[in-house]
């Protein structure tokens, strides 16, 4: 199993915020990641902006007032994923320490976080109130241990005729010390799209084979660094800034330092590296200065699709692939496109797994779970429902599902439809957005069934939610309307109602 840092008891005397801040110095200390909970719960009374449903704006203003590391944290994802090697709130004091100069670490806020973080550095250092959590130790950022595990499959799962591609993935763990649980994630350490760093290296008038040193102090191919160790898709600030001062053209070098910070139209929206390199064709950095400028390529992190009660060795994911085209070129996303074109069968891939430590099934089996995962967001609910069947749980389960269409996009179809029809699954939801001239999501199938589902959280269910912010935001929306109505109270009573399910770990969500 992937080791841990020793972690904080509940019981030791420090705040949510200590806690979190000293967990994140005995990862640094011990060189491993501190557990983190990818399935944070809604907003804790101290730290109301540390809710990822809530828009990047909104975070800002909670934290109005506050010291500079907890408005650092503000800009962050919300999501404690552990993608920047750090939790949200330890990841900002290492930058407002000066311990951490990347500011784009944040691969769920992106862009919008880094640049929300780079004027909160710039105008808020003099201003900025002390706070026990300001200083962060000298360290790096902790480095996940990666053990290579074996791909055994990619299986399609819409049928043919679909919008989507969506994947079955399959690892063997067999011989790669890695154990996991229900409601834990797997990261994995993709590879960029091999054509798109040929063009790249063409565009830079370079070769190959060009050696230079990345980040980690080893030296490499310019191939090999902009393929396995180079965000060449999100580009960093740092990296267009370079591009900015290389520009002898005197307005793409004006355009390129305007895009670095931040001001829209500058260049092309969404740009990757090639894009730039494509549209200011005057820029032309040294590629040992480019490379050292570009973000580190991060893992992504899946939600574990299966229980090892029933998989054995194996681990499941699923996965979204995403295709699209941009300015003339088709584009696959990084990680995904990885898993289901760029690795070969048996193919070897670079993962770890991360626990969660919130994102749990209740410890009493007799108690209900109303699971709620649209698209992709089903993986946990899977697992959940493979694990409850091993143990011989015998709560009641409720899933509510939804996805396009339901004859080409209903995922695990035979599973969930089997399970239902024998009864372990007690009720079975479906919500497909594109079946019906009106779009149908799965909030609309909870508020038709509101009377029921307060009547199963009153009964003591709990309540797990997975899939994107947006549609948590408007799960929450839903759960709140539903709790006011059926529970015969207003707006602030159910708010606080679902705020104590969170509290007592009965409300938790995964969101990406």
Request: hydrophobic share 40%; glycine share 8%.
């Amino acid at each position: 199993m992937t080791s841990f840092a020793p972690l904080l008891p509940e019981t030791a005397p420090f705040n949510p915020a200590e806690r979190a801040w000293l967990n994140g110095w005995l990862a640094g200390y011990y060189g491993a990641p501190a557990p983190v909970a990818v399935g944070e719960a809604p907003a804790a009374a101290d730290q109301p902006w540390h809710d990822m449903t809530l828009p990047l704006d909104a975070r800002l203003r909670l934290a109005e007032g506050r010291s500079l590391p907890q408005r650092l944290m503000a800009a962050m994802a919300q999501q404690d994923c552990g993608q920047c090697s750090y939790l949200c709130d330890t990841y900002a004091a290492a930058i407002a320490s000066g311990a951490e100069k990347n500011l784009a670490r944040c691969v769920p806020g992106g862009r919008e976080t880094a640049r929300a973080v780079k004027e909160l550095m710039e105008g808020g250092l003099a201003s900025a109130p002390a706070t026990p959590a300001a200083a962060a130790p000298a360290t790096a950022a902790p480095v996940t241990a990666m053990v290579p595990a074996r791909l055994e499959a990619a299986l399609p799962l819409n049928r043919p005729g679909s919008q989507k591609d969506t994947r079955h993935v399959v690892f063997e763990l067999d011989g790669t010390g890695l154990e996991y649980e229900v409601g834990d994630v797997l990261g994995i350490q993709p590879e960029n799209c091999p054509a798109t760093v040929a063009m790249i290296v063409e565009a830079l008038r370079a070769r190959p084979d060009d050696a230079v040193d990345c980040a980690d102090g080893k030296e490499r191919s310019l191939a090999e660094a902009l393929g396995k160790y180079c965000d060449i898709m999100r580009v960093s600030d740092a990296a267009i800034e370079v591009l900015a001062s290389r520009a002898p053209d005197g307005n793409e070098s004006e355009r390129l330092q305007a895009l670095a910070e931040g001001y829209p139209g500058a260049g092309p929206e969404e740009a990757d590296l090639l894009d730039l390199l494509l549209t200011f064709g005057s820029a032309r950095p040294p590629v040992q200065e480019l490379v050292s400028a570009l973000s580190p390529l991060q893992p992504r992190l899946y939600s574990i699709a299966s229980s090892a009660k029933v998989a054995g060795s194996a681990l499941h994911l699923t996965v979204a692939t995403v295709r699209y085209e941009k300015r003339g070129r088709r584009r696959t996303g990084v990680a995904s496109g990885y898993l289901a074109d760029r690795t070969r069968h048996r193919g070897v891939v670079p993962v770890f797994v991360r626990k969660t430590q919130d994102f749990r099934l209740p410890a009493d089996g007799d108690a209900p779970i109303v699971m709620i995962g649209p698209g992709t967001g089903i993986a946990p609910f899977r697992a959940f429902l493979q694990e409850r069947r091993a143990c011989g749980a015998r709560g009641r389960n409720w899933l509510f599902f939804g996805d396009q269409q339901r004859a080409y996009d209903f995922l695990y179809e035979e599973e969930f439809t089997g399970l239902r029809r024998d009864g372990f699954l007690s009720e079975l939801e479906l919500a497909f957005s594109r079946d019906q001239p009106e779009r149908v999501y799965v909030q609309q199938r909870m508020r038709e069934r509101a009377r029921e589902l307060w009547a199963w959280l009153e009964d003591g269910a709990y309540l797990f939610v997975c899939g994107g912010v947006t549609m948590a935001r408007d799960v929450d929306a839903a759960l709140a309307a539903i709790i006011a109505r059926q529970g015969g109270m207003g707006t602030g009573a159910a708010k606080a109602y679902l705020a104590k399910l969170a509290r007592d770990k009965r409300y938790l969500r995964d969101v990406y």
